[in-house]
């Protein structure tokens, strides 16, 4: 079922407001037609005291000759009733009436209603059949007879039903009034609401998971002594805290950073003592035992390995800490062939294919870079490929890009796998990567070099054809 009443603020507030001003229009309305009718009805009484009577009293001549049984209407208003009881039974009765002037025939009802007033000089209201409803006054008469005198009541009833319309008239056009101005009002205070509607979805929208933040300012009026600039003050103090908290997760990002790039800048030189002191012994020309040479030929190894690891690993936090790139012009069609040469020595058991634009590809970047994430894209597919697999190297040029595309025929990288493949430290065969030299940084790289060039890495695999594509801006 619908909820029928308004919802937002605005309708509610424009609703009760003009709920309020209907209930005071009709406490209105009723007060005044109430006392409207209570003070004409109050003269009308005045007016039936300070008759006294005449009227009926004039009545009482009707025996007399020279009366031509014509009551005395003289002085009288209009419409003025008169009836003179004797001994409880209605001898005469008149109304003033300019046309006729003739005694009233009363039905028996109206006899009964008429003998039943209570003798008390007060105004009474009587229902008289022909005449309408009267305000009756009765008094005693000089020869034991009571007099009756009366005045219309419908003068005072049409007194207040005029009243009620133009009430009716005047309330509704204020009502429809109010609305309109109402909601006009209420949406314009409710303005600085919005203000901070919008800057709560602003800050929402940010992307807050990480890095440095860009967060807007404070709302300016957050006058306390409103109610929304109470909601301005919270919501600013909130975003303070919002903004000290991503403050200091940056630097604390940033120190993680600086510890990665020192740690393995400090690394470099140890490892590169050990490297030069295994190849000095194992260049030794007296004779050494088997094992000891076994073992020296594993320290240059795997020294060599920690090289590679520790370059990487600098490497990345380099780039992580946004360190500017060469910007110089890169032959890119030179580059793969190299690279590919190299693969080729490397690999030779797989079949490596080339497929280069007659014009020669340059783009603006870091050769050096550019050429270590190629080259790792050309390492995978001869690593973690079989011998005897195809490789072909694709360079192509768009209006605006160039696609490096290096796929090959091989396994394919299994779909576990696939969504994290450029993430660091991911690889497939964790156990046999002491054996195959495997880190899983060499996509990581290939990631962050291509997306500081300004360029995207992608990769498609499937059983029998895995293809890395790197775009960069042409
Ligand atoms: N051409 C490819 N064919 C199959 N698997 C691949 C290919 N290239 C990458 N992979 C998978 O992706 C993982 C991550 O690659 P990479 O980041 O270069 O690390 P690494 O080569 O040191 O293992 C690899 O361990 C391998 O499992
Ligand atoms: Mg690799």
Same mark, same amino acid.
């Given at each position: 079922?619908r909820?029928?009443?308004?919802?937002?603020l605005r309708?509610?507030l424009?609703?009760?407001?003009?709920?309020l001003l209907?209930?005071?229009?009709?406490?209105?309305?009723?007060?005044t037609a109430?006392?409207?009718r209570?003070?004409l009805?109050?003269?009308?009484?005045?007016?039936?005291?300070?008759?006294?009577?005449?009227?009926?009293?004039s009545?009482?001549?009707?025996?007399?000759?020279d009366a031509?049984?014509?009551?005395?209407?003289?002085?009288?208003?209009?419409?003025?009733f008169?009836?003179?009881?004797?001994?409880?039974?209605?001898?005469?009765?008149?109304v003033?009436?300019?046309?006729?002037?003739?005694?009233?025939a009363?039905t028996?009802?109206?006899?009964?209603?008429?003998?039943g007033?209570?003798?008390d000089g007060?105004?009474h209201?009587v229902?008289?059949?022909?005449l309408?409803?009267?305000?009756?006054?009765?008094?005693q008469?000089?020869?034991?007879?009571?007099l009756?005198t009366?005045l219309p009541l419908?003068?005072?009833?049409e007194?207040?039903?005029r009243?009620?319309?133009?009430?009716?008239?005047?309330?509704?056009a204020a009502?429809?009034?109010t609305g309109?101005?109402g909601?006009?009002?209420v949406?314009?205070?409710?303005r600085?609401?919005?203000?901070v509607?919008?800057?709560a979805a602003e800050?929402?929208?940010l992307?807050?998971?990480?890095?440095?933040?860009?967060?807007?300012g404070?709302?300016?009026?957050?006058?306390p002594r409103?109610e929304?600039?109470?909601?301005?003050?919270?919501l600013?103090?909130?975003?303070?805290?919002i903004e000290?908290?991503?403050?200091?997760?940056?630097?604390?990002?940033?120190r993680?950073r600086?510890?990665?790039?020192?740690?393995?800048?400090?690394l470099?030189?140890?490892v590169?003592?050990?490297?030069?002191?295994?190849?000095?012994a194992?260049r030794h020309q007296g004779?050494?035992?088997?094992?000891?040479r076994?073992? @020296?030929? %594993?320290? $240059? *190894?795997e020294?060599?390995r920690?090289?590679?690891l520790v /370059?990487?690993l &600098? !490497? @990345?936090? %380099?780039? $992580? *800490?946004g360190?500017?790139?060469?910007h110089?012009?890169? /032959?890119?069609? &030179? !580059?793969i062939?190299?690279?590919t040469d190299?693969a080729?020595?490397a690999g030779p058991?797989?079949?490596?294919f &080339?497929?280069?634009?007659?014009?020669?590809?340059?783009?603006?970047g870091?050769a050096h870079?550019?050429?270590?994430?190629i080259?790792?894209?050309l390492?995978?597919a001869?690593?973690?490929?079989?011998?005897?697999?195809?490789?072909?190297?694709?360079?192509?040029?768009a209006?605006?890009?160039?696609?490096?595309?290096v796929?090959?025929?091989?396994?394919?990288?299994?779909?576990?796998?696939?969504?994290?493949v450029?993430?660091?430290?991911?690889?497939a065969?964790?156990?046999?990567?002491?054996?195959t030299?495997?880190?899983?940084?060499g996509?990581?790289?290939?990631h962050?070099v291509?997306?500081?060039h300004g360029g995207?890495?992608t990769v498609?695999?499937?059983?029998?054809?895995?293809?890395?594509?790197l775009?960069l801006?042409a």
């Amino acid at each position: 079922m619908r909820h029928p009443a308004p919802r937002t603020l605005r309708g509610q507030l424009t609703a009760g407001l003009v709920t309020l001003l209907a209930v005071a229009c009709l406490a209105v309305g009723i007060t005044t037609a109430l006392a409207l009718r209570g003070f004409l009805m109050g003269r009308l009484d005045e007016q039936l005291a300070a008759s006294g009577g005449r009227f009926a009293a004039s009545l009482e001549h009707e025996a007399e000759p020279d009366a031509d049984n014509r009551p005395d209407t003289r002085g009288q208003a209009e419409s003025t009733f008169g009836a003179r009881l004797l001994n409880g039974t209605v001898t005469r009765a008149a109304v003033v009436d300019d046309a006729t002037d003739r005694p009233l025939a009363l039905t028996p009802g109206d006899r009964r209603a008429l003998t039943g007033i209570p003798v008390d000089g007060k105004g009474h209201s009587v229902r008289l059949s022909g005449l309408g409803t009267y305000r009756v006054t009765a008094v005693q008469g000089d020869d034991h007879d009571i007099l009756i005198t009366g005045l219309p009541l419908h003068p005072v009833e049409e007194t207040v039903h005029r009243l009620e319309a133009v009430e009716t008239v005047v309330f509704s056009a204020a009502l429809v009034a109010t609305g309109i101005a109402g909601a006009l009002w209420v949406r314009i205070s409710l303005r600085p609401l919005q203000k901070v509607t919008a800057r709560a979805a602003e800050v929402a929208g940010l992307p807050l998971a990480s890095g440095e933040v860009a967060m807007p300012g404070p709302l300016p009026d957050t006058d306390p002594r409103t109610e929304v600039g109470q909601v301005g003050t919270a919501l600013n103090h909130m975003l303070g805290h919002i903004e000290d908290a991503l403050t200091r997760r940056q630097a604390s990002e940033e120190r993680l950073r600086h510890f990665a790039a020192d740690a393995s800048h400090e690394l470099r030189t140890p490892v590169a003592n050990i490297r030069g002191h295994a190849e000095l012994a194992l260049r030794h020309q007296g004779p050494v035992p088997t094992e000891v040479r076994h073992a @020296l030929k %594993r320290i $240059d *190894a795997e020294s060599r390995r920690m090289t590679h690891l520790v /370059d990487d690993l &600098l !490497l @990345l936090a %380099r780039l $992580d *800490a946004g360190r500017p790139l060469e910007h110089e012009p890169v /032959d890119l069609t &030179l !580059l793969i062939l190299n690279a590919t040469d190299d693969a080729r020595a490397a690999g030779p058991g797989h079949h490596w294919f &080339l497929d280069l634009p007659e014009e020669p590809v340059t783009v603006t970047g870091d050769a050096h870079r550019l050429q270590q994430a190629i080259g790792n894209l050309l390492a995978n597919a001869r690593t973690h490929t079989p011998p005897g697999t195809d490789v072909t190297i694709t360079l192509t040029r768009a209006e605006t890009e160039v696609h490096v595309e290096v796929s090959d025929n091989g396994p394919g990288i299994s779909e576990e796998l696939r969504p994290e493949v450029f993430g660091r430290f991911v690889r497939a065969d964790r156990a046999r990567s002491r054996s195959t030299g495997s880190t899983g940084l060499g996509l990581a790289i290939v990631h962050a070099v291509i997306t500081a060039h300004g360029g995207t890495a992608t990769v498609t695999s499937g059983p029998g054809r895995t293809t890395f594509r790197l775009t960069l801006p042409a």
